[in-house]
């Protein structure tokens, strides 16, 4: 029946008051704090050394009225270690709250006997929630180092390495396992904690959620535990429809939210959502009630175009006004302003995006994040030329340690990698490449475990998926291609057998890219194939019938239906091979309605999306599609989309532009 503000609550609750722990606080102040906490009962305290000794005191007050209640007080000579004295302070105010023996868990035996390591871990906490990922886990290294057997502070690694390099982060695993194997001393609902992140990395979502709901069944005011529950929730991705886990992720962040207005790591996870659903022509729409419901499927649409635009416009107005909650509670992280520039981009308000890059700016000047954002929002204005010429100087000018000391570290990859979307679409490689490259050295400065998945010994699995999307995309160049898709084949041969699928899908992209570009070399394809015991995808099927002379298997393959179970780890957009498939099947109206909607306004400009670099392509295709249905005007525009968008392209995508000319000529060229 005890509820107390933990550390991270109070911490939050000080930030949002501009104070920091330290500060005196006035009981006035306290009232304050402990009003927008929901509690009734607030406990000041005050310490007075005198030689040796120190006499602690803690006053207890009604937090409605401003009496005092009660007063607890301790005198020892505590020597280096003051923590058995607040131990024994804390018995007391616990008597006096009529709280039960049992409950009572020394602060060091249920931590650590160091002082030292005791400090470094708070230490990493309050990083933790500044967001400072880098610091927090530089602090909770420390801690370990001085004592090897501190659960708690392997459990905050694991949930720091957790947001700097994701779920499948080897070092992050280690350090639940490790935080597992020390837990004895802890109460139940931290072990219950340990036990339910660890499931949770694992990929075990189903036994994550059972835990947390467990706590939950104990305190429903459990904010820790309503996060937890929604990133079970967000990270379970069985089946294509994620509808129904979003929704369940989403209810779950905003009762966090809820209980702890400042609980900044849920804000994460509900942005990611909401921009997902804010797009022109989003895969999910948010419908009332907090609901994701998916908006089509293999056979068409499934919901009104009605229904659609009405909830792209609710997500961008709660887009919005989540990212000016964000700010308030953490006006200097730049990933709190980062979600308010994407809700304003998703609305189309560019100006008001770039207005908020300068307030920041005006807090950080040499923030070397900035001009990658500040680009993004040009680009998705419209402002190519202008973007990509401040993404060269750029990456001209940055250095990987220049991005060390800074927070929000899967931000900084992502503002990054961003860079390769201008620079595909214009189709210069080259520097599309040198993003994605600078990127990965980022990446491995700020993560100090460079590799991407347990097994990978060079580190190179990240950097290696990212350029086999580009040139797969942008269908060349070969030589480039083969060499990632070399590569990929060699690290599944070298890897661990349970790594080995992993490792050789790191180079699918690419497999698929020397078949459908302009190589047209199926042999990776079929290695790929016999190394990974799958199938490809059925639009790459498709196109190997075709080009057997099999339009039967082609046509049967592009009939399959997509079915929940049914899952590739091909990281390629389906779509344009579809088309691509039916236009070689002389089916040009399908290939045309397949490619409905594959335009920049439904792009992503936020992280990489390869499909800026397979723009030109598909406009290629809807071309020569148009053009074969007679319907000389719209191609005539295609092809000159075509021109104009790779008017600069590297030379290895020449023959596609000499495909548009040639188009030009036939439809002929106005203009």
Known sequence: DLSVVDHERLHDLLARHRLKVGDDIGLDMARRLAREAGVWTVVLGDFTPAGDSLHLTARVFDVASGRRVDVAQVDDRPGSDVRPMFDALAAKLLDLSGAPNEIRIGLARSTTQSLEAFRAYLAGVEQLNRW???????????????????????????????????????????????????????????????????????????????????????????????????????????????????????????RALALDPNYALAYEHIHSMLGEAAVTNPLYALLPGDSFAITRS?????????????????????????????????????????????????????QAALSEVQRFRAITPLHPEVPFVEARIRFARGDIDQAAAQLRTALDSVAPKDFRSYQGVPGVLADIVAAANVFAYQGDLDNAAKAIELADQVRREVSHKPEWAAGDLKGDSWRRAMLAELYSAAGAPASSLRQIWQSAAEA??????????????????????LFTGLAGDSTALTELQAMSGEPPPKEVRALLAVSRGDSSAARRALAEPDTAAKK??????????????????????????????????????????????????????????????????????????????????????????????RGLARVGYSG
């Open 132 to 254: 400072d990922l880098i610091g927090a886990e530089q602090s909770l290294q420390r801690a370990i180092g001085l004592d090897s057997t501190f659960g708690l502070a392997y459990y905050r690694l694991a949930l720091t390495r957790g947001w700097i390099a994701g779920t499948e982060d080897s070092l992050a695993n280690w350090a639940m396992t490790r935080a597992t194997s020390y837990s004895g001393n802890l109460p139940v609902h931290e072990r219950t904690v340990f036990n339910a992140f660890r499931s949770f990395l694992g990929g075990q979502n189903a036994e994550a959620r059972a835990l947390y709901q467990q706590l939950l069944a104990r305190d429903s005011g459990d904010a820790d535990a309503w996060y937890g529950l929604g990133d079970a929730w967000y990270h379970d991705d069985e089946g294509r429809d994620q509808g129904p886990a979003w929704t369940q992720a989403m209810r779950a962040f905003k």
């Open 298 to 350: 293999s056979n068409g649409p499934t919901m009104d175009s009605v229904t659609v635009n009405a909830s792209v416009r609710r997500a961008r107005a709660e887009a919005l006004s989540s990212a000016r909650s964000w700010v308030s509670t953490q006006p200097t992280t730049f990933r709190a302003h980062g979600a308010m520039v994407n809700a304003y981009v998703a609305a189309g308000n560019y």
């Open 492 to 513: 599944s041969r070298m890897g661990p057998a349970e790594k080995r699928k992993h490792l050789v899908h790191t180079g699918a992209s690419a497999a698929v890219g």
């Open 568 to 661: 590739h780890m091909y990281p390629v957009y389906s779509r344009p091979y579809a088309a691509q498939a039916y236009y070689l099947l002389g089916d040009y109206q399908t290939a045309l309605r397949v490619l409905e909607g594959f335009e920049p306004s439904n792009l992503y400009t936020a992280g990489f999306d390869s499909r800026w670099g397979m723009l030109g392509r598909v406009r290629l295709l809807r071309g020569a599609a148009y053009e074969r249905l007679g319907r000389r005007a719209e191609a005539r525009e295609e092809y000159q989309r075509v021109m104009k968008q790779w008017r600069s392209a590297d030379p290895e995508l020449q023959p596609f532009i000499d495909q548009a000319r």
